[in-house]
Structures are given as structure tokens and as C-alpha cells.
């Protein structure tokens, strides 16, 4: 049974726009939520990490977390090709050491 | 400082042939990290080690499946016999242990290991 649940996409959206990828949890006990960049080929990379009800904000990013919905989204403002990617989102596992990973959403922001 | 060093980057062996993955953390980090990505099931964690100890290998899929770390700046992945089913990218990653900080809690990822069995 897989934990972290995403839309895979792909999610298109056009340059300038908001983009919103969400993201769901089974484990109630989770307590840190994080959102990796993953290009074709590369490795994922660490954008944003959250702990706490509410909004976090850094740059074009807003990762917000719900943990009565058990539910994480990540806000992407400005959208940029470059920002085509799939997302990942990770909560931390029982042991609270490891992450589990959702399959990822893919995003293509369109000129 | 150099990240995640993981070798072989790619590989395609025969079916039965042993495949031996090799991973060098950060300097400093106390967990190391074996995970495999395919399109089907996503990154999924094989194992973690905390000062070379191994804590979790509840993720390994079969007895074909193996990992060491015999000290702290090395790691290895083994697959013996090899099956076209395990062709997948393995990442190996590290991360050092500060709770409630960035760095504390970001999981850095290699470049990973490209493995093709035919």
C-alpha cells in the first residue's frame, strides 16, 4: 500500500501561471513534508520542506500543509519552462531517518 | 563540497550476472540511503544505514538483493543473480542528522545508477 499519493499528470500549464501539485499521506504520526525537483535524467533536489500547519514561502514557491486532510501541496507562482519537471513529494517514514516518496507529478509549463 | 558519488553510472549486464553498485556519501553524514526509481513504482527505499549500521532493510526486495557499509565512506549495493526486472535506476543518498533544520533534515541524492539487465 503506497503511503504518499500524487497525481501523476501530466499537468500543463501556460508560462506565467500558477501551478498547483498536490499531494496526500496515509500516516497520520507524519510530521515533516517535503517537495523534490526531479529533471529527465537527473536526481531529485530538495525545494521545499514543511512542518507545520499552514503556508511556508520561499520565492515563486508556497508548499502548504493540511494535517487534519492529511494533505500537501506545492504552489509554483510564475511558472517558467524551466520549471518543467516532475515533482515529488516525500513524508517522512515511521522511523523518521528515511522518506517516502509519491511517483511524482509532471508538470510542462508552455511558452 | 562534493556530493553523492555513485559509480557506475550506467550499466547493462546479462541476466545472471552479478552487478555490484558502489556509492561514497558527504563527508560527515551519518545516514546513507539506497533507493530505486522506475516508472512503474516510483523511488522506493531499499535500505538506510546510520553510522554504517544497517537500520531498515525491510525495502529489499528479494534475497538476490544485498547492501554493505564497511565504513563510513562507502557503500555497496549488490544484486546477485541479476534479473531483467531489475533494471532501474538506484540512487544512493546521504543525509546528516539536525533535527529541525535544513540541512538536518534534506536527504541528498547521487546522480544515480543507470542499470540495464537483458
Known amino acids: 500500500q503506497k503511503e504518499v499519493e500524487q497525481n501523476s499528470g501530466p499537468l500543463s500549464v501556460p508560462e506565467g501561471a500558477i501551478a498547483s501539485l498536490n499531494c496526500t499521506y496515509s500516516?497520520?504520526?507524519?510530521?515533516?513534508f517535503f517537495w523534490y525537483r526531479q529533471y529527465s535524467g537527473k536526481s531529485p533536489e530538495l525545494i521545499m520542506f514543511i512542518y507545520s500547519n499552514g503556508d511556508k514561502e520561499d520565492g515563486r514557491f508556497t508548499a502548504q500543509l493540511n494535517k487534519a486532510s492529511q494533505y500537501v501541496s506545492l504552489l509554483i507562482r510564475d511558472s517558467q519552462p524551466s520549471d518543467s519537471a516532475t515533482y515529488l513529494c516525500a513524508v517522512n517514514s515511521n522511523s523518521g531517518y528515511a522518506l517516502n516518496f509519491g511517483k511524482g507529478t509532471s508538470l510542462l509549463v508552455t511558452p | 563540497d562534493a556530493g553523492v558519488i555513485q559509480s557506475p553510472r550506467h550499466e547493462v549486464t546479462e541476466m545472471g550476472q552479478e552487478v555490484t553498485l558502489r556509492c561514497k556519501p558527504i563527508?560527515?553524514?551519518?545516514?546513507l540511503f539506497w533507493y530505486r526509481q522506475t516508472m512503474m513504482r516510483g523511488l522506493e527505499l531499499l535500505i538506510y544505514?546510520?553510522?554504517?549500521?544497517?537500520?531498515?532493510d525491510s525495502g529489499m526486495p528479494e534475497d538476490r538483493f544485498s547492501a554493505k557499509m564497511p565504513n563510513a565512506s562507502f557503500s555497496t549495493l549488490k544484486i546477485q543473480p541479476s534479473e531483467p526486472r531489475d533494471s532501474a535506476v538506484y540512487f544512493c543518498?546521504?543525509?546528516?542528522?539536525?533535527?529541525?533544520?535544513?540541512?538536518?533534515?534534506?536527504?541528498?541524492f547521487g546522480e544515480g545508477s543507470w542499470l540495464t539487465v537483458v
Open positions: 543518498a546521504s543525509k546528516k542528522l539536525g533535527r529541525g533544520t535544513l540541512s538536518g533534515n534534506t536527504i541528498y
Open positions: 544505514f546510520n553510522n554504517n549500521v544497517p537500520i531498515d
Open positions: 563527508s560527515g553524514h551519518d545516514y
Open positions: 500516516d497520520r504520526g507524519s510530521q515533516s
